[in-house]
């Protein structure tokens, strides 16, 4: 296995959305989105190493987000330090996704810029998002895509009771192509193999 297997997608599905809780650190408070944060969305992302460039953060907020302002002002989330002026620190969206051939509820786009890290603001932002869904949601449940790299982000979603999916990928695959149940099962395998050494590291 190649380190270009590395960076395949990934498939993780929370069916039941059980309540979660994930106090917010002292010190922030959650904002969901206000016009003129698409800047803010957008810095975070790129600082987080989502994007080469502020530009193509931007590309994909217009195309992706800014027609749906409604939804943005219910679904998509942001901390901010509290008591300063400094700017937001971290972003996750409860989306709307197709990719299993219907509506269902996406976690989407989860990021905390680099100043901010290993604070707990993730866990904070899947905690509230799972609120959000309880309360608003398609009931179908929340899945979420990732990357097999990720696996510090996969850890924090299977502690809110996301499971590994091993359906079938054929948007973002690497090179277009599509991305078959048993490879999905392969880049599980090795993932789960990468978290297991991570965990033991970090006892």
């Avoid at 296995?1 to 309540?19: Q, R, S, T």
């Amino acid at each position: 296995m190649g380190e270009e297997f590395l960076h395949y997608p990934l498939i993780m599905i929370c069916n039941e959305a059980p309540a979660a809780a994930a106090k917010l650190p002292e010190g922030y408070r959650f904002q969901y989105y206000k016009n003129g944060m698409a800047e803010d969305w957008c810095r975070i992302q790129y600082q987080a190493g989502a994007f080469d460039s502020m530009k193509a953060a931007e590309a994909l907020f217009e195309r992706e987000f800014a027609p749906h302002q409604k939804l943005l002002k219910e679904r998509m989330l942001f901390i901010l330090p509290a008591e300063t002026s400094e700017d937001p620190a971290g972003t996750a969206s409860l989306w709307i996704g197709d990719d299993f051939g219907e509506k269902r509820d996406r976690l989407h786009w989860l990021a905390v810029a680099p100043s901010h890290q290993g604070k707990g603001l993730a866990k904070a932002l899947v905690a509230e998002l799972i609120a959000c869904y309880r309360e608003k949601g398609l009931g179908k449940g929340i899945y979420l895509t990732t990357q097999t790299e990720s696996y510090k982000a996969i850890n924090i979603y299977r502690q809110f009771s996301f499971e590994p999916s091993l359906a079938a990928i054929r948007k973002n695959a690497p090179d277009g192509q599509a991305f078959d149940e048993e490879q999905s099962r392969k880049a599980w395998q090795m993932t789960e193999k990468i978290l297991s050494d991570y965990k033991a590291s970090s006892k």
